[in-house]
């Protein structure tokens, strides 16, 4: 059972134009969201967060939306850099357990 | 900094042997350690949750005599795969925590597992 689901497995975008990837979850209970990022044979990088209380929180090029009514969070990227090229997943708490999406593949084209 | 650096970071090894990766926090005391597995174009999945000096809470679906967990100081985990069968080949990546939020964990690079 696939609690937090990315549904896009692969996202390409011009550099310079705005990245967004998406992420849904079952389970409301969860309170904390968390975004990573995700190079090949590397852990996941943290990106950022925003607990259930919160529908956005902002850090320089980053940006998630968080809708609970529609259990679903968003991660925006602007502009969009060669270096964001990456596997992005997001990941969601509750229990202090950690539960990852699938991830999306971002690929930036110069 | 809140560095986590594992060891070996890949390893090949016959089946019926048994494979001990280690996790270690280098520039501070890890109060929890997580170990995880990712299957290849799926999410990582979650095994345990070890703390120092006691014994690992282990997800539903992990066997605990299969995937022993030992965290015997605040710097270092360790997971042995036992009896290691080629579906145990996957990639393992263990995470730490500094404080009591589990909120913020910071991951390993990961250990490439392959068994033949």
């Known amino acids: 059972d696939q609690q937090v689901k990315q549904n896009s497995p692969s996202l390409s975008v011009q550099e310079g134009r705005i990245s967004i990837l998406n992420c849904d979850y079952t389970n409301s209970m969860f309170d904390y969201f968390l975004w990573y990022k995700k190079y090949p044979a590397e852990g996941p990088t943290f990106l950022i967060s925003?607990?259930?209380?919160?529908d956005k929180n902002e850090d320089g090029r980053f940006t998630v939306f968080l809708n609970k009514s529609a259990k679903h969070l968003s991660l925006h990227i602007v502009p969009s850099q060669p270096g964001d090229s990456a596997v992005y997943f997001c990941?969601?708490?509750?229990?202090?357990?950690?539960?990852f999406g699938t991830g999306t593949r971002l690929t930036i084209i110069p | 900094g809140a560095v986590v650096s594992q060891h070996p970071s890949w390893v090949i090894c016959k089946s019926g042997t048994s494979v001990k990766i280690e996790c270690r926090s280098l520039?501070?005391?890890?109060?929890?350690m997580f170990w995880y597995r990712q299957f290849p174009k799926q999410s990582l999945m979650l095994m345990a949750t070890?703390?120092?000096?006691?014994?690992?809470?282990?997800e539903q679906g992990v066997e605990k005599d299969k995937f022993l967990i030992n965290h015997a100081s605040l710097t270092l985990s360790t997971l042995t795969v036992t009896s290691a069968h080629p579906e145990d080949s996957s990639f393992y990546i263990c995470?730490?925590?500094?404080?009591?939020?589990?909120?913020?964990?910071?991951f390993g690079p990961g250990t490439r597992l392959t068994v033949l």
């Open positions: 990941a969601a708490i509750v229990t202090e357990k950690l539960t």
């Open positions: 070890s703390n120092e000096g006691s014994k690992a809470t282990y």
């Open positions: 995470s730490a925590t500094k404080g009591a939020s589990y909120n913020e964990q910071f």
């Open positions: 520039d501070f005391q890890a109060t929890t």
């Open positions: 925003i607990s259930s209380i919160k």
